[in-house]
């Protein structure tokens, strides 16, 4: 079992949809967790942190689950420039080391 | 976020000959990683460059294939040896900035194609 699982998508939406993309993980011990944007041909720039408690950044808002080892990322009215890939990313307690998951592709169509 | 410079971009180049690619941060961060993303696949962890001593290698990676230096804290390198087609792949380089929410941060990249 991979450490981090992600739906590889890809998830093609029209623009204005909202969208979900799923994240588990299999470490317990894993302490953060953030979500990277990957455009085609670019290195991984971080979209955001995930806290337990949920947060938000404009139109895009993450959940932790750390009972189901679950994360989540939602992004509302999506918009063109959206589409790129969405890495799950996860750090494990005791180290500098960040897990990363294969990626969601997102692809939003006028 | 930190800003990392990271050359050279891209490289073709033969089977047998060796690349080293170079990443320089614009402030001292302890922790440099090396890491690897192959066509269509995510990101795996090469190596950690520590400062005065010898780099921490990942299941699957041995120094002798790809050595790295770290002289000082904001210079590292990565050398590809050897090369094969089997190293085609994009090479990055990344730091955790403390001084800034210790969030990882990634150098443009390195696209190796070896023929």
């Known amino acids: 079992r991979k450490e981090v699982e992600q739906d590889p998508g890809p998830f093609n939406v029209p623009e204005g949809a909202t969208v979900a993309f799923n994240c588990t993980y299999s470490n317990s011990a894993s302490q953060s967790f953030f979500w990277y944007r990957q455009d085609c041909r670019k290195e991984p720039k971080l979209l955001m942190s995930v806290y337990s408690s949920g947060n938000e950044d404009g139109r895009f808002t993450a959940q932790l689950n750390r009972a189901s080892q679950y994360i989540s990322l939602l992004i509302r009215d999506s918009k063109l420039s959206d589409s790129a890939t969405y890495l799950c990313v996860v750090n494990v307690r005791g180290t500098d080391k960040l897990i990363f998951g294969t990626g969601t592709r997102l692809q939003v169509f006028p | 976020s930190a800003v990392i410079s990271q050359k050279p971009s891209r490289d073709i180049c033969q089977r047998g000959t060796s690349l080293t690619i170079q990443c320089q941060v614009d402030?001292?961060?302890?922790?440099m990683f090396w890491y690897r993303q192959q066509p269509g696949q995510s990101l795996t962890l090469i190596a950690t460059?520590?400062?005065?001593?010898?780099?921490?290698?990942e299941s699957g990676f041995v120094i002798d294939k790809f050595p790295i230096s770290r002289p000082n804290l904001t210079f590292s390198t990565l050398t590809v040896s050897n090369m094969s087609p089997e190293d085609s792949s994009i090479y990055l380089c990344s730091v955790v900035h403390r001084g800034r929410g210790e969030k990882l941060f990634f150098g443009s990249g390195t696209q190796l194609s070896v023929l």
């Open positions: 402030s001292q961060v302890t922790m």
């Open positions: 460059a520590n400062q005065g001593s010898e780099a921490t290698y």
